[in-house]
């Protein structure tokens, strides 16, 4: 059965950081006669033995040290969730707690195969520190609000902390409209338009955020934003879930992302994104796992089969979202989304960010059609291997961040037992 999207047969060379070569076999002669080398001596060589190489997933939105609130702060919607179990505990971690608490989650990612995280959290600098320290390629996004930091916090934030290193970058944002008074946005405005930079924020999430934003200014969240100018410069929006007709038509204007998080709207009963129409409408589609708070887990593979799987619910037609469309949603979209052009596709110049999965595992035979075999029967068990910038951080259920995975499962707990009874 003929793939609809580009699988081969052949190798795949790693130097440094990119991939320097991907192909069939036959071309390989024409490759070493262009390097003037003989013979080309590898540090390493990997027999796939069959399995399949791809890009690595890009979840494209993501609380990563919110590890710490997995399945004791369930079972609320969203606004009692927040105010009740989130905002209490999280005015009480420290910028130490955050770091050990987002290494704990690289472990996670790594296991689901996600090779970059879109993540917003308290102290971006000292998650920097954690991703850097484990090899993980990382975008954050400011997550200011009415509690802080303040604007200029952020934007000295975003001078400083954007491109620190190769793996990790900085991105504007807010928390929400509906934790950001009126003038607290315009400031923000004013510092997307001087940097002329893409803005992302949580929006139209639940029906009464969109509500009592019209209550207090006559619009939608996404259409007061649009009209204080914050995404004069492209960016984007998390959930997405209750947009009208002139929402649509302002994400199709300003070109801007839509990043579904299915698992954690099921759990919170906050619905369910138009995720087909976005695509009729040309909008670009992403895919993010949100916080372990209110989802629980770190899985691109559950993600995938949700986005598809409730799309076709929400619009009753099994036709509807195509698997093809979610694994590149998964993939390409939200690296464009995170503005990293150089991790979004195998191919020579393109940063080693890949995965190996695992074809040999029941739940992948037959191999009718690869693609659509990942988002429907595909699980963690698959992944095999995930490299980030040329190194191999987790190979066969083993990890290479220079981290005892042990370690930071105790000091979690640890943290946990601390927080709790403060």
Not at 352 to 381: C, R
Request: aromatic share 8%.
């Amino acid at each position: 059965m003929e793939e609809p999207v580009q699988v081969i047969e052949g190798q795949l060379w790693v130097s440094g950081q990119k991939i320097v070569y991907v192909g069939p076999d036959e071309e390989i002669e024409t490759v070493y006669e262009k390097s003037g080398l003989q013979t080309i001596l590898w540090d390493r060589e990997i027999d796939c033995e069959g399995n399949l190489l791809m890009p690595g997933f890009k979840d494209a939105h993501a609380h990563s040290a919110m590890v710490l609130f997995r399945s004791i702060a369930d079972d609320e919607p969203l606004q009692g969730w927040l105010e009740k179990r989130i905002f209490p505990v999280e005015a009480k971690m420290t910028g130490e707690d955050v770091y050990e608490l987002t290494k704990m989650s690289v472990l996670e990612y790594l296991t689901s195969g996600i090779t970059a995280v879109f993540d917003m959290y308290l102290t971006p600098e000292t998650i920097i520190n954690a991703y850097t320290e484990c090899g993980m390629r990382n975008v954050q996004v400011s997550g200011l609000n009415m509690f802080g930091p303040t604007p200029e916090v952020m934007e000295e934030r975003f001078l400083k902390l954007n491109g620190v290193n190769s793996l990790s970058s900085y991105m504007l944002g807010i928390h929400a409209e509906y934790t950001c008074p009126k003038e607290l946005l315009m400031q923000v405005a004013e510092i997307v338009k001087r940097h002329k930079a893409p803005f992302f924020t949580h929006l139209a999430e639940t029906k009464r955020e969109v509500e009592e934003c019209k209550e207090r200014y006559g619009m939608t969240p996404t259409q007061l934003l649009n009209d204080l100018g914050l995404f004069d410069y492209g960016g984007g929006g998390y959930h997405c879930v209750y947009m009208d007709d002139k929402d649509i038509e302002i994400f199709k204007e300003k070109k801007l992302t839509a990043v579904t998080n299915p698992a954690s709207n099921l759990k919170l009963a906050s619905g369910i994104a138009p995720v087909s129409r976005f695509l009729k409408e040309g909008i670009p589609v992403a895919i993010g796992t949100d916080g372990a708070g209110s989802n629980n887990c770190l899985d691109m593979f559950r993600e995938m089969f949700l986005v598809t799987g409730l799309a076709k619910y929400r619009d009753m037609d099994a036709a509807s979202t195509d698997a093809i469309e979610v694994l590149k949603m998964a993939t390409v979209n939200g690296a464009k989304a995170m503005g990293l052009t150089d991790s979004d596709v195998l191919a020579p110049g393109k940063y080693a960010d890949l995965i190996m999965i695992d074809m040999h595992q029941p739940n992948m035979q037959p191999i009718n059609n690869i693609a659509k075999n990942i988002v429907y029967s595909g699980s963690k068990q698959n992944v095999k291997m995930t490299m980030i910038d040329g190194k191999i951080l987790y190979e066969d259920g083993k990890f290479f961040i220079g981290e005892d995975p042990e370690k930071l499962y105790a000091k979690a707990n640890e943290i946990a037992d601390r927080l709790r009874q403060e």
